[in-house]
């Protein structure tokens, strides 16, 4: 395996054995025993590694399961990164009932939009394909949203990013659009609102409220 240098927050980790894995939880909850059993996979949290580990989070198939911990550096085994399955088109490897899903024929649709971005899919969707766990949900109680992870590399306005939002949720799914530049990161769809004056910045020493969240990331 090539030696991992850096990892971001939403990337996906895989690894072999439990006890690389040190979690905020002990005994361990039912589900995340289950999830654990089928697939030794952990989402990267914010934060910075320290002393060889990296902070993380395991997710259930349910939104209430969710706990973090930490991941042995040197025990990784593959990293995904959001960027990942939309370079490799890693959608087609699932079944054609999954594809059939709507958030998954919106992942299609939304590609040739964001051509000109730096982007990538993390959340449920993320999780399925990398995994082959059924974890989109598209039911009465809960629908999947589209969590795209949008690399900052230009700015743009309030009315350039209402009309990109508008037009990544056209397809019956809800876009949740995260712009993110290293380990800080805001949610599109507060800046695009406009209802206040400063936008909530998700930094590793917490969260910062800031007039222009695209100068706080370093973007003209």
Not at 140 to 158: F, G, P, Q
Not at 191 to 216: C, E, I, M, Q
Request: a positive charge; proline letters at 5%; glycine letters at 6%.
């Amino acid at each position: 395996m090539e030696k991992i240098k850096q990892v971001w927050p939403h990337d996906l980790l895989t690894f072999n054995d439990n006890h690389d894995l040190i979690l905020k939880g002990n005994p361990l909850p039912d589900w995340a025993k289950d999830s654990l059993s089928k697939a030794k996979i952990v989402v990267v949290r914010r934060g910075l590694a320290k002393q060889g580990l990296i902070p993380v989070g395991l997710r259930g198939s349910r939104r209430s399961q969710r706990l973090a911990g930490f991941l042995v550096k040197k025990r990784v085994i593959n990293c995904y990164s959001p960027a990942y399955f939309i370079k490799n088109k890693s959608w087609e490897i699932l079944t054609p009932e999954r594809r059939k899903l709507p958030q998954f024929q919106a992942l299609e649709k939304i590609c040739p939009l964001l051509r000109k971005y730096s982007w990538g899919i993390g959340g449920s969707l993320a999780y399925e394909m990398a995994t082959g766990i059924a974890m989109v949900q598209n039911n009465l109680n809960h629908r999947s949203d589209l969590d795209i992870i949008l690399v900052a590399k230009r700015k743009i306005n309030i009315e350039q990013s209402r009309k990109l939002l508008t037009m990544l949720s056209q397809y019956q799914v809800h876009a949740d659009v995260q712009v993110v530049k290293g380990q800080n990161g805001f949610a599109l769809a507060e800046y695009a609102a406009n209802r206040s004056p400063k936008v909530l910045v998700k930094t590793t020493a917490g969260p910062v409220l800031t007039a222009d969240p695209w100068h706080f990331l370093k973007v003209n």
